[in-house]
């Protein structure tokens, strides 16, 4: 039986009984090509001198003497839902700050709210109180006035309003 080879290296198996004279110098080929085997593979091991930085937004790193991670560094924002909010992002796409907001007339930019909705449906005072069904201060006086002056038989009729309060007298 003649010499064999092994399977991943192709290291020299010398044939048992018949390399007597040639087995010494066969070994220390092996030898010779496990020790290089082995440096390439400890050539190509990164030098664990190499420092991870890390950059903008993230924390952790280091040399690699260790195992390192990474991890994304907390901003100012509290966790949370925020409504009609005002939000900060930076270049790395991080909220930076957030803040919940309000509506009011400087800043409304949507449609009429539906009566329905707590809304008057309306974008004026006057179509307001039409959608509502209520009289202005103006049309009330003059409503209550046109209704004395046809039926006061009573002499002098005095209507007024106060706080909220319908007072009628006559004389």
Do not use: C, H
């Amino acid at each position: 039986m003649a010499d064999s080879t092994t399977t991943n290296y192709g290291f020299t198996k010398p044939e048992v009984g018949a390399s007597l004279d040639t087995w010494g110098a066969k070994l220390n080929d092996n030898w010779d090509d496990a020790d290089t085997e082995l440096q390439a593979i400890e050539d190509a091991k990164v030098d664990k001198t190499i420092t991870l930085t890390a950059g903008t937004g993230l924390e952790g790193g280091g040399d690699l003497s260790a195992n390192r991670s990474f991890a994304i560094s907390n901003t100012a924002v509290s966790p949370g839902t925020y409504s009609l909010a005002s939000i900060t992002v930076n270049q790395q796409g991080q909220v930076t700050s957030a803040s919940a907001g309000t509506i009011n007339n400087g800043n409304w930019s949507g449609t009429q709210l539906a009566v329905i909705n707590g809304g008057t449906g309306a974008a004026s005072a006057a179509d307001a109180r039409t959608n509502l069904d209520v009289y202005s201060k103006s049309q009330t006086t003059a409503l209550f006035q046109t209704t004395v002056a046809s039926s006061s038989s009573f002499g002098t009729v005095k209507v007024y309003l106060s706080g909220g309060n319908l007072y009628i007298s006559t004389t």
